[in-house]
């Protein structure tokens, strides 16, 4: 089985799991750190995997804040995306464009999250 | 049933199409052109999704050749990554690290590709 996982690059990594948590859910399967940072974490939400680090420039991970925009936007396919959005702009979290109805039939929406990461809020 | 899904910027979705096409035998679902550039493409890599535009910098999706960086890798979770990374590379990727034994029992190694972006290939 192949799979395609998102890995965000944040300025904080320590923050970003508590926020993740509070606007997603996100629980936390695994945690290293290193030097006081953030080395790698894997979180689930609900199920759906997604990977964390701090900033690593060495190896090119910047992240959205350092460099004032994305490189990747992460699609979250969700039940109740106005739900979703609504918890997660509570979090912290901005909205960028308000859930409607798209031309390919889903309910959407985009918030862009403390860390500076865009997330398209959608049913799928 | 929730999902996580990357979504790719790059300076030129034309030519990512092709690369990801010939790289991982990304199929193209969905693809929208407007004003001469990739407004957005839906593909599939042996069935996993994988969304891709061309930058949009008002809304902050941005290419990591811009920015000099990329804000998320991509995690591709494939049977054989020894394979797949030397498909990527013979395509035009580059080895930044090789494919080796990680400390959590993964075969793992990572590429940029022309665009910018970081792929960490590895067993699931």
Chains 1, 2 share one sequence.
Do not use: K, Q
């Not at 965000?8 to 750190?33: C, H, K, N, P």
């Not at 290193?34 to 979180?43: I, M, Q, S």
């Not at 350092?66 to 702009?89: F, H, I, R, W």
């Amino acid at each position: 089985m192949t799979t395609l996982t998102p890995y965000l690059t944040v300025s904080d990594g320590a923050a970003a799991l508590d926020f993740y948590r509070r606007a997603f859910g996100a629980e936390i399967v695994e945690r290293y750190d290193a030097d006081g940072r953030l080395a790698h974490a894997t979180l689930t939400i609900d199920g759906a995997i997604l990977f964390l680090s701090d900033e690593f420039p060495r190896f090119g991970a910047v992240s959205p804040t350092t460099v004032g925009g994305s490189t990747a936007a992460v699609v979250l396919g969700v039940a109740d995306p106005d739900a979703t959005c609504a918890a997660a702009v509570a979090a912290g979290a901005t909205e960028d464009r308000p859930v409607e109805l798209d031309g390919s039939g889903h309910r959407s929406g985009w918030v862009v999250d403390p860390f500076g990461h865009r997330w398209n809020i959608r049913t799928e």
